[in-house]
Structures are given as C-alpha cells and as structure tokens.
C-alpha cells in the first residue's frame, strides 16, 4: 500500500516532487493531447458544418425541383382540361351526324330499309 | 538567438501605443455591438420585412370554375387556363414596332394596339384569352414590357345545345346569364394565395414542409337535361321554323313523374363560345324565351278548363253543350269558331277544339272557381325553376274579369303563359293532378364529381283529382286520333294525349288582333297511358300555315319518336300499321342484313314485292294493322341462316346503350 502511494505521482505523470520532469515532459504530452483534442473537435465541427451545408444545399436544390415538379403538374392539369374538352367535341350529336353523313355517307333509313320488329 | 530585453517594450511608446490599441478593438467591438443591435432588435422587423419582400412571393393556386354536366354525364360547361397579353406602357421602348409585330400575331389592327400601348404607362390589358398558338409566338418575341397572365376560359363543347339554360360568363368568370348566372355562387372558384421562395435571378423554389397546393376545382352542377333530347329537339324545331318562316320558336321536353326539364330551347339558337365583347343591353343574346316570354295560348288552355268544370262536378264527359252553329254573341262580342258545331259532348269540345263550347263552359263555372284553378296550375306564379329571368305570366286579376274576358280567358286569350308554365301545368295532368315545381338542376356535385347535395322540387300540391285527371287525359287523347286536331301529333306505336293552339298574335301597333299572325302550339304528353314525356311545342307567326295541328304537332310527333327509344320506352299500341314500304318481323329472327340491307338486296328477296304492294294498299288505320301485319309475315319470313344465332344477338337493347353515344 505505501509502494503503491509512492509509485502514484510516476504512475499518474504527475511527479510532484520533480519540478525538472514536470517542466520537460509534461508540458508537451499536454499540450499534445489537448492539440489532438481540438484537431479532433475541430474535424467533428468542420464535417458537421458541411454536412450543415450540404443539407442546406440539398433542400434548395430539392426546392427547385418540386417548384419545377409543380410547375409541371399545373401544365398537365392544363392539357388534361383541353383534352377534356376536346374528348367532349367529339361526342357532340351535331359533329357526329355530320361526321355520318359527309366522311361516312350515312343517312337516315328510307322506308323500304326499315324492319319494324315486333 | 535574440536577448530578451524587457526594457525595451517598458518605455511609454509602447504602452501608449498598446493602449491606444486595445482602445480601437475594443471600440470597434463596440461598433460592431452596436450596429447589431440596432439591426437585430431596434430595426427587426423592418429588415425581416425587407428579407421577406426579396425572397417570398405569393402566387395564386388556380380554382377552376366548377362544371356543368347533363344527366348523362357530358361535359356542357368546363373551364380551361388561357393566357392573356398585358403590357407596362413605360417599359415599352418602340410602340409601333412592338404594336406591328403584334397585330401579325393577334390579327388585330396595329394602330389599335399602339393605342393601347401608348394610352398608359401602367398597367393595360392588349388581349385577353389568347389561343394557345397566339401565346406561343408572344413568347418567342421576348419584349421587354410584354408579359403573358394566366386566366380561366369557359368552354361549352356542345355549342348551341342548351346553350340558352346553361347561359354564359363574362370575361372575368361571372355568371351573366343561364344556369351559369343562377348557381354563380357555388359555380365560381375561389383562388387560394400561397406563399413561395424565390431566388435573385426570380427562379421559384419551394422550402414549406407543406406539399405544394394542387389546383382545385369548385363545386359542379348535374343538370337534368338530356343533350340528346336537347338536340332532337333543337333539330326538329329548327325544321318547323324554317320550314314555316316563324318569327321564334320553343320546345320544352320534361319528365312526367319528376317535372325535370330534359330539353329546353328557343329558336333561334345561341351558342355560349360566341359572346361579343361589348354587349348591347337590349340585345337579347342567351335570353332564354321559353320561361322570359308570355304569349296568349290559345286552344291548349281548354284542358285546364275542363279539368276545372270536371273537377268541381260542374260537367260530365258525356255531357252536351250547343255550340252556336259557328257563332255566339256576347254582349257586343262575338265568339267564332272555326268549324262550325251544333250539339257537341265536352269530349267532342276538346276534340275538335270548340271556342264556344269553351266560352260557355267558362260562363257556366264563373270567373271565381276558374281563376282559382288557372292559379292551381302554375299559371301567374313562377315555376320555382332554378333560372334567371322567369316570367310569372300575365293572369289579370279575377276581381277585374268581364263576362266576355272570362269567355275568352276559356279558350286561352286575355292571358299569358310561358311555354314553361304550360309544359308544368300539363305534367300536372299526367302525372295524376299533382302539382311539382320545374326542375333544371338535379344535383351539386364535387370536384370529383360526386353529390353532394340533392335538389328536388319543393312545390307540391294536389290540383285536381286523380279521376279528373284521367278524364282530361281520354279527352286529350281523342285530339290526336282520327277526326281530332292533332293527329300528326302521334309518333308511330305510341298513344299521345295532347291539345292544339292557334292563337291570333296581338299587334303592339293597333292594339287589336293582327289578322295574319298566329302562334301555334301542341302540348301534351306521351305513351298517354303511362306518360314519360311532357312535350310543348309553340312557333310564333308562321307563315303559309297557322294551325297548331299542323305546324307544332309535327315537331311534337318528331322529338317523342326519337325521344322515347333513347329513354327506353318502348312502343305501346300493339297493332299500329307501319308507313307503306316497312317491312315487319320478330324482333328476335331479324338480322342485321334485313335490318341495314340496302333497297338493290332487299328487293331480290322473295315476296319484297307483293309485301311492298300489300303494305301500300292498306290503309293505316287501327282495324287493318293487323291483317298487314300477318300478310308481311307471311311473305317475309326470317333468313334461314339468321334463325340459327342467338335471339339475344338481335334483341333490341336501348335502355342499356352506352351513354353519348348516339
């Protein structure tokens, strides 16, 4: 136990006693360490920032494709509509007889083409 | 190395100047607090609102004006994006080359839209609902000064049919006229504002966590009309009026059991697509004259007459009434008729349309019991039916009545209805004396499509009794067979119980009578057994003839026989004759070569011949029907080949046809 007290201070490199070893050996294996420290801390906080950034940079860019996406639905939903329209052309009675009667020489039945069926 | 020498930095200079120097950081820190305070806090919200007018802008999610569909599901009314040109006057550096390259691209003359150009240096429209190729070209000029706006054009596919109930919008999306006018409100869409980042360059882009909002449709409305029956009817009184020179002309066509309008027109037509920019206030574009217009019915009022007098017990049907031999004396009128009649039975009055036996009819019930009846029918009240513009009619008040205005009142004159107002009080009639209000609208739909809301006739009483009812109807009946006045009235196979009208037109000028203009009317309804249909048919001043019977009754015959194939009625009369020349067979043996065979094929068939001589010599009157027909069974018997496929294969289907297409 008392060996134990006495190797403590070289154990925890802290020599209190050795006023020489604390000035030319601790000093740089602190400041070594808390360096590492800060570079690490430094690299966690740069990525980070970049990732920051790159997130940032993916949401703007995700902006201007769903702008652009909604740009493009609307312009559908437009064609959509004249389409629409245009499919409700083509079932006019009126259209369609003339249709009938000028592309497809369609008239209506004389009398001896009728059958009445009972 | 160097020797450390404190001396050296501990001279004044030195801290003077390390002073002086700590001073200016620490005062331009300061500067810098202060600065950011100011922004941060004292100037805030000025500067986030100078933030947010750079990068949001709001944008306007489209509403579409909600469509209007028919009872089958067609499109009557839809509204589409179309651009429209404006300009800023002061950003436009040459008007006239600008308003040159314009006109070749617009097809409008270049000084007029220098004019515009040039009148303002704001805001000003150049032209609005540009087509899609017009747009296209603006585009490509890429004028300073020039922009394109997104807008809304109504459409209506079906041109003029209905077009005078669907009615049309202005410019701007608001309801002028019609069904559009009528249910505006639920009609008009509502446009959202949304908020949207953009860029320096002005390029949008979209941070909320929200999706986009989508472009939203507004309610719709499911009319009851039918654009096939609409366009029958359309075609077939476009043939009368043309046929006869008439000044004007209407139909209306309505269920019997529910009193939903299926058809609805005047003539001339009015097609929606076609609306000038200015309109003239007394032009009478889109007016709907079958419910804005009275005119004098005539012979048709009879049966409202009748059914008054029989319903109150006052005659019976067998009942006789002398009719004057042609002419009776009212005080210092005299009341004619245009055939002269001795003793007739009420049945024989409406038959053959007795002015006098009408006049004493009306005497004989008093002006107090008719009125009350004229008022039970619908007439000097609206019909309730969901359009602007209805006229309630003009029934003068019974108080104000003369003998003679009573008298005449009977026969139909010293009154006015609307062709919608006769149509409903004749429904009453068929569908048993009970009364319904006209309905033009069915349902309010989503933009899906779906109901939401129902619409049903509110107005519903008991205007005559069922027995009358069916008296009025026999009566009516006889009209439209053999002897009667409208016996063109009857489409083939089916039983029609309707009036005719021939009503002498008052002239504005002379305040009397005009001697050669008329309005001709038939109304009634049809299969009159089990009435489907509820048919009026008015022309206004024909020209070279004048009675109901014989210009109204046609059309009348015309939309029934379209009409009740396509609604699935079949014909009811067991053993009417066919016209000369058709051929007769069972309905499951027929082919389709008999049915489309051409006459050259038709006529190398055995027996074709003496079938066509048999048909043409018997006459088409009820007794002989039956012997045609077994004669043409007898010499057109089914093709072999066609007696070995399916019965179903030929059997008629035309409840089951598919919708629009005809």
């Known amino acids: ?118 | 190395m160097e020797r450390h020498e404190p001396r050296k930095f501990l001279n004044s200079r030195y801290w003077s100047c390390r002073v002086l120097f700590h001073f200016l950081v620490i005062a331009g820190l300061c500067a810098v607090v202060v600065k950011a305070f100011r922004l941060q806090v004292i100037e805030h919200s000025f500067w986030v609102d100078h933030a947010n007018a750079c990068l949001n802008t709001k944008f306007i999610v489209p509403a579409y004006r909600g469509t209007i569909y028919d009872r089958q599901g067609r499109v009557l009314s839809y509204s589409v994006p179309q651009r429209s040109l404006y300009a800023f006057g002061s950003k436009i550096e040459n008007p006239s080359k600008i308003a040159a390259l314009l006109s070749h691209v617009l097809n409008e003359p270049a000084g007029t839209i220098e004019k515009k150009l040039t009148s303002s240096g704001h805001f000003v429209w150049i032209k609005r609902q540009l087509t899609d190729q017009q747009a296209t070209e603006i585009e490509k000029l890429k004028t300073p000064g020039l922009n394109l706006a997104d807008e809304y054009k109504r459409f209506y596919p079906y041109r003029q049919v209905g077009g005078q109930v669907v009615g049309f919008v202005n410019i701007d999306g608001a309801g002028i006229e019609g069904v559009e006018k009528s249910f505006d409100d639920v009609l008009k869409g509502k446009p959202m504002p949304a908020n949207q980042l953009r860029d320096g360059g002005r390029k949008p882009l979209w941070i909320n966590s929200s999706a986009p909002p989508e472009p939203a449709e507004s309610c719709g409305v499911r009319l009851t009309l039918d654009t096939f029956i609409e366009y029958v009817a359309e075609c077939e009184l476009e043939k009368a009026a043309q046929k006869y020179n008439a000044r004007a002309a209407e139909v209306v066509v309505m269920d019997a059991g529910t009193f939903e309008v299926l058809a609805m027109t005047s003539w001339p037509f009015f097609d929606p697509n076609i609306i000038p920019e200015k309109k003239d206030p007394k032009d009478e574009l889109g007016r709907n004259h079958a419910i804005s217009d009275a005119f004098e019915p005539g012979s048709t009022f009879k049966v409202f007459l009748m059914s008054g007098a029989l319903d109150q017990n006052l005659v019976r049907a067998n009942d006789r009434i002398f009719c004057e031999n042609g002419s009776f004396k009212l005080a210092s009128n005299s009341i004619k008729d245009v055939h002269p009649h001795g003793w007739l039975t009420m049945q024989e009055v409406i038959k053959y349309s007795s002015n006098i036996g009408a006049a004493k009819i009306a005497l004989h019930m008093g002006s107090e019991k008719y009125s009350r009846y004229i008022h039970d029918f619908g007439f000097g009240s609206l019909t309730g039916i969901a359009l602007p513009g209805e006229f309630k009619g003009l029934v003068r008040p019974q108080k104000r009545w003369r003998p003679i205005d009573l008298a005449t009142t009977g026969f139909g004159q010293s009154i006015g209805v609307t062709t919608l107002q006769i149509t409903n009080a004749i429904a009453v009639i068929a569908n048993g004396g009970q009364y319904g209000g006209a309905i033009i609208a069915s349902d309010i739909l989503d933009s899906q499509g779906s109901s939401i809301e129902q619409i049903k006739s509110i107005q519903t009483r008991r205007v005559i009794q069922k027995r009358t009812a069916d008296e009025v109807c026999a009566m009516m009946m006889l009209v439209t067979q053999e002897g009667g006045t409208g016996v063109n009235a009857a489409p083939e196979g089916y039983t029609v119980a309707g009036k005719t009208g021939t009503a002498q037109v008052m002239d504005r000028t002379t305040k009397h009578y005009a001697s050669n203009k008329y309005t001709s009317v038939f109304t009634g309804f049809v299969p009159a057994e089990k009435p489907k249909l509820v048919i009026t048919v008015v022309v206004h001043e024909p020209q070279g003839a004048s009675y109901g019977g014989v210009v109204a009754a046609p059309v009348f015959r015309n939309i029934a026989a379209k009409a009740l194939p396509y609604l699935g009625v079949m014909p009811s009369v067991p053993n009417s004759a066919p016209g000369p020349n058709v051929r007769m067979t069972k309905a499951s043996s027929a082919g389709p070569a008999n049915a489309t065979g051409s006459n050259k094929a038709s006529a190398e068939k055995p027996g074709y011949k003496s079938a066509q001589k048999t048909a043409s010599k018997k006459p088409a009157s009820k007794k002989s029907s039956g012997a045609v027909t077994r004669d043409a069974k007898k010499v057109q018997p089914a093709p072999k080949a066609t007696r070995r496929e399916s019965p179903e294969k030929y059997s008629l289907s035309v409840g089951k046809r598919e919708a629009g297409v005809y």
Not at chain 1, 21 to 32: A, E, I, L
């Open chain 1, 1 to 118: 136990m008392r060996r134990a007290k006495e190797n403590a201070s070289i154990l925890s490199m802290k020599p209190e006693s050795d006023f020489n070893f604390q000035h030319k050996h601790s000093t740089p294996v602190r400041m070594w360490a808390w360096l590492a420290s800060a570079i690490f801390l430094g690299a966690v906080f740069v990525t980070c920032a970049v990732f920051y950034v790159w997130l940032y940079v993916q949401q703007v860019q995700n902006g201007y494709r769903l702008s652009k996406s909604y740009e493009e639905s609307e312009l559908y939903s437009t064609v959509q509509r004249k389409l629409t329209i245009e499919w409700s052309r083509f079932r006019d009675p009126q259209r369609l007889g003339e249709i009938g009667q000028n592309q497809f020489g369609l008239a209506p039945p004389r009398p001896d083409q009728k059958v009445v069926m009972r």
